[in-house]
């Protein structure tokens, strides 16, 4: 029985890849973040997205495009239609499951600007058609498809392996070279005529892996660090690289890659993924110089400990700021000021908590310094006046 297409949009709360009608699939768990035409009343687990491998990959891509992780996106549009469908007895339930048809992710922000820039750019698209039409050919298009069938043909036969370095790529991220005189494809790196990143794995991700996987931190290590040279090249942002494994052995599906090359983040296959509130590093303070005063932080007073400097990576950041994103300009804004001034116009603010330190103030700063790559960040450190 096929109901009504639906279109609805929010976050992922599950992703497992399942097996149906012979078929590789995804079932995502979804949690609505705006209204829709869904049935009221449905919790979040009755609602499974289902989605072939194509279409994740896609949506994996577009997220890191704009410079998100999967654990940050909020803005999944899904359209699709709403059917019931027996799924297998070892999978996710769901009342209302979701074929998808298209996805889409862009942030709030641009869909909004893009909304109020359409009218003027198609007016002014109308005021110079005929004067393109007479200068310029009538179009690409067919180039344009051209080219997607020549990458299509050069990947399957090379078999998705990059002529320059070897690493699997999908077709959606690489690029037509020609090495002595015959056209090859090519990796975003190749392409740039850069080398592949040495991968290194965020320490406390490797003490997450080993906790959830049960094996000693020295082997998580190299299983994250093997990964992407292992698997596929799937994303490719202007932040962040995205590596897809394409086998049901093993428990790691995806993993998540700054460009120096450092693995923060991953999706296990059963839908469990990295949160840094799970992490508890130890956090050892040197004070350079005691501070003095007392700052409000969201009408709590807090009286200053200290200022220091400390690795970025020991700074834990509580859930309301993983649940929402700084905006876009406001990111970029803090880049530009370090670039120009090579310090932030504030520190960060961090709260004392026995042995760590949690993230009070500053989420922008603190986005925008993993953004830079920063190993450290120059912190205030305090604590509640009453404690």
């Known amino acids: ?5 639906v279109r609805i949009k929010g976050k992922p709360i599950s992703i497992k890849e399942i097996s149906l009608e012979n078929r590789e699939m995804i079932a995502m768990g979804f949690e609505e973040t705006s209204s829709s035409d869904l049935p009221n009343g449905l919790s979040n687990e009755e609602k499974i997205i289902l989605m072939d491998l194509n279409q994740w990959q896609e949506l994996i891509q577009s997220i890191v495009s704009v410079g998100d992780s999967l654990n940050n996106a909020n803005d999944i549009i899904i359209e699709g239609e709403l059917k019931e469908i027996k ?3 070892d999978n996710p339930k769901g009342v209302a499951t979701i074929v998808c048809s298209k996805t889409e992710y862009y942030k709030e922000e641009k869909r909004e600007k893009a909304q109020k820039e359409k009218p003027e750019r198609e007016n002014e698209e109308h005021i110079e058609q005929k004067s393109q039409s007479e200068s310029k050919p009538k179009s690409n298009n067919r180039s344009v498809k051209q080219k997607k069938k020549d990458i ?3 990947h399957k036969k090379y078999d998705g392996v990059c002529q320059g370095c070897g690493q699997r790529c999908d077709k959606k991220v690489v690029s037509i070279k020609k090495k002595k005189g015959e056209r090859v494809i090519a990796c975003p790196d190749c392409s740039q005529k850069k080398k592949r990143p040495k991968f290194r794995a965020n320490n406390n991700l490797v003490k997450w892996v080993a906790q959830t996987s049960n094996i000693d931190e020295e082997k998580a290590r190299e299983e994250l660090e093997a990964f992407p040279s292992t698997y596929a090249l799937v994303a490719f942002g202007p932040i962040t690289r995205v590596y897809w ?4 052995a093993g428990k790691i599906e995806t993993v998540f890659v700054n460009h120096s090359g450092e693995i923060f983040n991953l999706n296990y296959k059963d839908g469990t993924q990295f949160l840094r509130k799970n992490n508890k590093p130890k956090v050892e303070y040197k004070s350079k110089r005691m501070g003095r005063g007392k700052l409000f ?11 220091d400097e400390i690795s970025v990576d020991e700074i834990e950041v509580p859930e309301k700021f993983l649940n929402s994103s700084p905006r876009r300009e406001k990111v970029m804004e803090k880049i530009n000021y370090y ?5 932030w116009d504030r520190d960060v603010v961090v709260i004392k908590k026995d042995n760590k330190v949690e993230l009070a103030d500053g989420y922008t700063r603190y986005v925008a310094t993993k953004e830079l790559n920063l190993n450290k960040a120059k912190v205030v450190i305090v604590e509640k006046a009453n404690s």
């Open 87 to 89: 799924l297998p007895d």
């Open 297 to 307: 932080i969201q009408g709590d007073e807090y009286r200053i400990i200290t200022k």
């Open 339 to 343: 670039k120009q001034h090579k310090k």
């Open 245 to 248: 494994s394409w086998e049901k």
């Open 1 to 5: 029985m096929v109901l009504p297409a």
């Open 152 to 154: 299509a043909e050069l």
